[in-house]
Each structure stands twice: as structure tokens, then as C-alpha cells.
């Protein structure tokens, strides 16, 4: 007769990623396969009233109520990204809204989405996963005003959220110009962060970088969306810099030249990139849309992950006029963003990505 597990294997606490194949953003389809499954649903044509559906990768659908006004509708979800329930709430939430200022709009409420292994998790747990997420909630303004609760095989959490915005100051990631520059607001390496973490290897110093920059709501879109000389914005989540670039260059059938020098980092993201943190969503995302990419000879493996490094609440990518760009980046640095940089520049031809 076998022995029962000992008293400290019975005390050790259940990790939530334990629980999921998957964590955060790096949970998404591949690029490649959403197309596919997308590609014969748009019904923009039948509602003259969605400004934005499904044709543009954008960051949330868009319908006009009047002629001075627009709903903003965003729904985002995923699998824990770290074991703390508290903290994977405030991610989780913080990335949804995020969609909301990506699009320039102002969120309005919240509805939760939750689906829980309820004979492995305490209702203790649970309760601090939407704690969390009302938290992030209030600091956003907004009322966690509803939702929808099931019992699910993997720990899912998420909201959807809905926003208002002036009709003629939405940004979609489809107006970039030629000649504007671009500018990233947050660090790249959340998913690498995140491998390094299921793998035992993240040091509290880069747990907590990973939680600050995970939670930074994505506020500074509702102030960019006022001005005109923004033309266009995204979020970069779980496709990575290069996935979210392309949609970008897709919808505004220009292309782009992005710096991979001037790309802010999270502090030790390249050393674990080159130690073998990677994603397997990073994997997939080059595969998806690598043939889109120029990159520089000998151009080191680890530097192209970190590219297509599933982010799980990244950073705005930000196209604007190139005689604001400086004063921007001053004062999106101001408003709390200190990693934000210029990392790029949009040109005529061909929607493409090219690496410098």
C-alpha cells in the first residue's frame, strides 16, 4: 500500500500555472490560423453603423450610436500568467482595458468572465482573482458591473469591457502615414519573463518589474486620441511587436522599418532570451508571419524571439506625426511610461516589417 503525500507536499500551495498549459497572452491562436477562422465573418456591410469589425486585426469592435459618439466593445481573457490570484486578476484586467485606450476611447464598465476548475481551487482563491481585477477596475474608473461564470478544466479570467469616444477622434491601427514615427511605450520581454517563471528562474526583483509594467494601465491612449496628429494606435499583446506592427502596416498598406536597438526591454530579457526562456507562442507567431519580415544578416535567433515574444498588457505602439514625435515621447515619459521610446518609422510600399 503506497504512502499518502507528506505533510509538507500537502501544505506546498497549488500554483496556478500549474493548472494551465498556457499563461497570459501567449495563450492566443496563432496569427496565421485567426485569419483563417475570420476571414469570411466580417458584417461590416450589413450594419452601417460598425465603424470597426473584424477586416483590420483592430484592438475592439466600434459602432456609432450618433453622429458624435461611439461604443467601444472589447472582450479579453487567459490562462493564469503567474500563481499569485491577486496579481493574476490585476494583470488579467489590465489588459483588457487596455483595448479600450488603444482605440483613443474612454472605459465606461466592466464585465467578468470566469471559468474556474472549482475541485482544485478555493473559493479563496477565486475571490482574490476578481478582487484583483475590480481593483485594477477602480483605478481605471470603471464599475465591475456584471458577468458570466463557468466551471472549466484550466483557471480562465478575464472582462469585457465597453468604452465611449468621440466618432472623429478614434484611433484605429489602420491611419498610419507615410513619414510618421513610432513610438512604444512599454518594455518588451513579458513573455519571456513569464517562461523564466514557470521555470523557477525569475528573481523577485524581475517578478516585480513584470508586475509593474503588467499593471500599468494603458491610460495615456485616451489622452493621445484627442490629438490629431496621432494617427493611429495598438496594443502590442500576445503576437509581439512584429505580429501587432504588420496588422498595423496591413491596415494602412504602408511599411514599416523598426529599430531593433532602440526597442526598451525589460531588464533581463535579453540574458534569459539567450539563456532559453522562450515561449512556444513565440515559435508560432514567426512561423505565422516571419515571410512578412526583413531582418539584418546574421541576425541572432534570440533577438528575432524577443520580437515575436508574446506580451501579455504591453505597451501602445503609437504612430504620430514626426514633428510631434519628441514632444510626445517627452510627455508620455511623464505620464509614468519611462521605458516608452522611438522605435520605428512608417514608409511607403509594400506591408512589410524590416528590421534595423
Not at 79 to 107: K, L
Not at 137 to 152: K, N, R
Request: glycine share 12%; charged share 20%; hydrophobic share 40%.
Amino acid at each position: 500500500m503506497s504512502a499518502g503525500p507528506s505533510p509538507a507536499a500537502q501544505s506546498e500551495p497549488l500554483r496556478l500555472t500549474s493548472l494551465a498549459h498556457g499563461g497570459g497572452c501567449g495563450c492566443k491562436l496563432a496569427p496565421s490560423v485567426l485569419r483563417d477562422l475570420i476571414a469570411d465573418l466580417s458584417s461590416k456591410s450589413a450594419f452601417p453603423g460598425l465603424l470597426v469589425g473584424t477586416e483590420t486585426g483592430d484592438d475592439a469592435a466600434v459602432y456609432q450610436i450618433n453622429d458624435d459618439t461611439c461604443v467601444i466593445a472589447t472582450t479579453d481573457f487567459f490562462m493564469p500568467v503567474v500563481d499569485d490570484p491577486y496579481d493574476f486578476g490585476r494583470i488579467a484586467a489590465t489588459n483588457a482595458v487596455s483595448d479600450i485606450y488603444a482605440m483613443g476611447g474612454t472605459p465606461l464598465l466592466a464585465l467578468s468572465i470566469l471559468g474556474m476548475p472549482i475541485d482544485k481551487i478555493s473559493p479563496d482563491t477565486i475571490r482574490d482573482i476578481l478582487k484583483g481585477g475590480t481593483t485594477v477596475c477602480a483605478e481605471a474608473g470603471i464599475p465591475v458591473a456584471g458577468g458570466h461564470s463557468i466551471d472549466t478544466v484550466e483557471p480562465i479570467y478575464g472582462l469585457a469591457v465597453i468604452g465611449l469616444c468621440p466618432t472623429h477622434l478614434l484611433k484605429r491601427n489602420s491611419g498610419v502615414r507615410p513619414g510618421d514615427v513610432l513610438i512604444l511605450t512599454k518594455p518588451i520581454g513579458v513573455g519571456i519573463y513569464s517562461s523564466a517563471f514557470k521555470k523557477g528562474g525569475l528573481s523577485e526583483r524581475n517578478y516585480e518589474e513584470l508586475i509593474a509594467t503588467t499593471t500599468q494601465l494603458n491610460k495615456i491612449g485616451s489622452e493621445l486620441g484627442r490629438d490629431p496628429a496621432v494617427h493611429a494606435m495598438t496594443d502590442v499583446t500576445g503576437f509581439g511587436i512584429l505580429g501587432h506592427g504588420l496588422e498595423m502596416a496591413r491596415g494602412s498598406d504602408l511599411a514599416l522599418k523598426l529599430n531593433a536597438d532602440a526597442l526598451p526591454l525589460l531588464g533581463d530579457a535579453a540574458a534569459l532570451a539567450q539563456g532559453g526562456c522562450i515561449t512556444g507562442a513565440s515559435h508560432r507567431n514567426w512561423q505565422s508571419y516571419g515571410h512578412e519580415v526583413t531582418l539584418p544578416p546574421d541576425f541572432p535567433q534570440w533577438r528575432r524571439h524577443l520580437l515575436a515574444d508574446p506580451q501579455t498588457s504591453g505597451g501602445l505602439l503609437v504612430a504620430v506625426a514626426p514633428e510631434r514625435a519628441d514632444t510626445y515621447l517627452r510627455d508620455i515619459r511623464q505620464a509614468g511610461y519611462r521605458a516608452a521610446s522611438i522605435v520605428g518609422v512608417a514608409e511607403n510600399g509594400q506591408p512589410h516589417i524590416s528590421v534595423v
